[in-house]
């Protein structure tokens, strides 16, 4: 169902497909053509929670994010349930995709929440800790250890 619903994104002229992930960085649907797999898109899921954590940290939640590429651009619509994404050329009408965005946004967002409820729970394995230099937390104290880390050059 989701899929025949963003199926519709493409007849906005320059759209080459779009993808819904949850709030948690699952797939929960996609109308995009065949190279473009599930895993990668659920990599990019992943990636999409994360950019939007660090987008929120300042205590606003962004609505939309638009990443330019060389030849694409990426479009994101935050949704109360997730997150709808559309993969457009460059020359892509900008007021007509907006217009198409928010139509699908309403339609597939109670969507997103009954694909969610109906994916597995994810089973990622706890994060290592460590500093920027990869050298690991002392285990006993879970101070860091007093070497100085570096990031892009920068000690941090």
Same mark, same amino acid.
């Given at each position: 169902m989701i899929s025949q619903i963003l199926a519709a994104m493409r007849d906005v002229d320059g759209v080459h497909g779009s993808f819904v992930v949850t709030r948690a960085g699952a797939l929960a649907g996609k109308d995009l053509p065949p190279m473009f797999d599930?895993?990668? =898109? /659920?990599?990019?899921? $992943? !990636?999409?929670?994360? *950019?939007?954590?660090?987008?929120?940290?300042?205590?606003?939640?962004?609505?939309?994010?638009?990443?330019?590429?060389?030849?694409?651009?990426?479009?994101?619509?935050?949704?109360?349930?997730?997150?709808?994404?559309?993969?457009?050329?460059?020359?892509?009408?900008?007021?007509?995709?907006?217009?198409? =965005? /928010?139509?699908?946004? $309403? !339609?597939?967002?109670? *969507?997103?929440a009954d694909a969610a409820a109906a994916l597995p729970a994810p089973s990622v394995p706890p994060p290592r800790a460590s500093v920027a230099d990869g050298s690991p937390k002392s285990s006993q104290s879970g101070e860091p250890s007093k070497r100085q880390a570096t990031y892009r050059g920068h000690r941090v």
């Amino acid at each position: 169902m989701i899929s025949q619903i963003l199926a519709a994104m493409r007849d906005v002229d320059g759209v080459h497909g779009s993808f819904v992930v949850t709030r948690a960085g699952a797939l929960a649907g996609k109308d995009l053509p065949p190279m473009f797999d599930d895993a990668v =898109l /659920t990599e990019v899921g $992943r !990636r999409i929670v994360r *950019l939007h954590d660090g987008l929120s940290a300042g205590g606003q939640d962004f609505d939309h994010c638009v990443m330019r590429f060389a030849d694409h651009k990426l479009y994101l619509r935050s949704v109360p349930n997730g997150f709808l994404c559309v993969l457009s050329t460059n020359g892509v009408n900008t007021p007509a995709l907006k217009m198409a =965005l /928010t139509l699908t946004a $309403r !339609r597939v967002d109670p *969507l997103i929440a009954d694909a969610a409820a109906a994916l597995p729970a994810p089973s990622v394995p706890p994060p290592r800790a460590s500093v920027a230099d990869g050298s690991p937390k002392s285990s006993q104290s879970g101070e860091p250890s007093k070497r100085q880390a570096t990031y892009r050059g920068h000690r941090v």
